[in-house]
C-alpha cells in the first residue's frame, strides 16, 4: 500500500460528501471557471484560501508563495495576475498575509537561509524603509506583527502598479484590490484598510 493511500481515501470520501450534498457539482464545475476572486497569498500550510474564507472550488483563483511577495520580475505571478483580469475577468485582487508568518521573520533577522535569502530581500527592502515605524513598536511580537502587515500593503500597492492591473483600470475595469491579513490563532481575517479600485484610488493611497 502507498504511503500516501489515506490521502487517496481521504480524497474519495471529500468527493463522494460533496457530490451527496451537491448533486451534478463536479460535472458542472468541469464546464468552466469563472471565480471573483484573484487571492495571492502565503504558502504556509496553515493559511488555505478556500477554507478560511468559507469558499467552494471554482470560486477563487489562488497564487501563493513565500510570504505572499509579489514583484515585478516575477513572471509566474504577474501570469496569473494577467490571466485573471484578463481570462477569467475577476472583481477582487486580494493579497491575504498573515501573523506568524515564517517569511517575514526570517527577514527580521540576520541568519542565513540560502537560495531564500535572495526572495527575502523583498521583505528587508520594506523593512528598512519603514524601520522607524517598527522599530517603535512596544515589543517584538509587536514589530513583527507590524512588518507582517506593512508586507501585505507593500504587495498590495506591487498588485496596483503592475501594468496588467494599471492597464485593466485605464481600460475602465470593474477591479479592486484589496490587503488582508490572516490570525492563525483565532482564524479570523482583518482588513487592513487597503482597498484600491481604480487610478484615482491607488495614486491617492500611494501618495
Not at 32 to 44: F, H, K, R, T
Not at 161 to 181: D, P, Y
Amino acid at each position: 500500500m502507498s504511503e500516501l493511500e489515506h490521502l487517496l481515501a481521504s480524497n474519495k470520501r471529500w468527493a463522494k460528501a460533496l457530490v451527496s450534498d451537491k448533486p451534478g457539482f463536479f460535472t458542472d464545475l468541469s464546464q468552466q471557471q469563472a471565480p471573483e476572486y484573484l487571492w495571492i497569498g502565503c504558502s504556509d500550510s496553515r493559511v488555505p484560501a478556500n477554507q478560511i474564507t468559507g469558499l467552494a472550488p471554482g470560486e477563487v483563483f489562488v497564487h501563493r508563495n513565500i510570504a505572499n511577495v509579489v514583484v515585478h520580475s516575477d513572471l509566474n505571478c504577474l501570469s496569473v495576475v494577467q490571466y485573471a483580469v484578463e481570462v477569467l475577468k475577476v472583481k477582487h485582487i486580494i493579497v491575504c498575509g498573515h501573523y506568524g508568518c515564517g517569511g517575514v521573520k526570517a527577514a527580521m533577522g540576520k541568519k542565513k537561509h540560502g537560495l531564500i535569502d535572495n526572495w527575502l530581500l523583498h521583505i528587508r527592502d520594506i523593512h528598512r524603509f519603514y524601520r522607524s515605524e517598527i522599530d517603535s513598536c512596544s515589543s517584538e511580537e509587536a514589530r513583527f506583527e507590524r512588518l507582517c502587515e506593512k508586507n501585505v500593503i507593500e504587495q498590495a500597492f506591487n498588485v496596483c502598479s503592475s501594468t496588467v492591473v494599471q492597464s485593466a483600470w485605464a481600460k475602465g475595469s470593474e477591479l479592486s484590490v484589496h490587503g488582508w491579513i490572516y490570525a492563525i490563532k483565532d482564524g479570523l481575517i482583518h482588513d487592513l484598510d487597503v482597498s484600491m479600485s481604480g487610478l484615482e484610488d491607488f495614486e491617492k493611497i500611494s501618495r
